[in-house]
């Protein structure tokens, strides 16, 4: 499987090592056998038709900064719709920082992988929050296949439970706390007192938060979240302009204090119950929805099954790239099958 990888931070370079780790084990137990022929970062892109030495790139990447600086298999000029465009493979791998306002680059991206007949594997949750049906829709019309689990719980398997365990049943409602970060703040305000700014600055200095936390604080990654759970899991058409979003910036030590005395903790919740929002809610201290620290937790209401919650940390390089593995070997067995859904 021959594979172009766009963007290669933490989850890229995470991938990389687990196709080094697991390299004997995959081929054995799956027959799958990835060849990366083209790795690219905003200093360019390495190519070999013949499959990358990962460990070679994985050294100049952190050496020069650049996966273009191979003296052999280095272009500094070419781009990632360049390398798209131009290299034959079958799948395509967005892995690039997300863009909440424009979606870009993994907008065009995507779309130029969906119409050069690449099937698309995209951790980068911009280009779904902001377009999910258009690339679904795409995606059939060009008969290729995207898949996108990483974008969800990290490596927690909260769209595989969802889509693949209540299959058959009906999801009537979905609760869940999406973001490690605002999870992480509140509890740390609930249980050491401390304020707001305290609690961003604490996750800040543990690498939870970015230098600039509006995306998670303010729900928009939460949000980014409930666009692709209600349209993948409940075959909802909206976008994150169709979700009500309230952060967690104006929530206080009182507010945490009066729901404590009711034995209730305040979180930040994503709920598709009628309208989709984000939202801090008051919940009870014993809903297995109610998770401390960086965790995140979902619950699945369905008309049969009942109430059912998954857990687990919410991100994390080599937990992303997990679910980017778990993503890669659902469409080899898609293929394997010709089934193209
Ligand atoms: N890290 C996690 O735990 C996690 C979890 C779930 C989802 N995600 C998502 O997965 C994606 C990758 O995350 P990450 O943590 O690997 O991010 P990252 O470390 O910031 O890496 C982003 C990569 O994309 C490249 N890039 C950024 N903008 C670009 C542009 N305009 N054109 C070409 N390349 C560009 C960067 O190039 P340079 O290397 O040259 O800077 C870098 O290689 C993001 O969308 C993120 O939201 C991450």
Redesign the pocket.
Known sequence: MRIIL???????QSLTDIFLQRKIENLRNYGFNPKVVAI????GAAINIKGLDLKRIQSIKKRE??VAADSVFGHRQM??QDIIQSIEAEIMIE????NITTG???ISNIKTAFNTGKHVVT????PLALSFPTLIELAEHNKVLLRFS??VG?GTPILEFAKKCLEGDRIKEIHGILNGTTNYILTEMAEKKVTFEKALESAQKLGYAETNPAMDIDGLDSAAKVVIIGNWIMNKKFTLKDVDIIGIRDITLNALEIASKKGKRIKLIGSIDGKPTVAPKEIERNDPLCVNGVLNAVTFVSEYAGRETIIGRG???I??ASAVLRDLLDIKHHLANKILS
């Open positions: 766009i963007g290669y931070g933490v989850v890229g690219t970062d905003r200093g900064g650049t781009s990632g892995a690039t920082s997300t870009e680059p993994g951790t980068n949750k911009g990483g974008t990290g991100a994390g390089g937990e992303t």
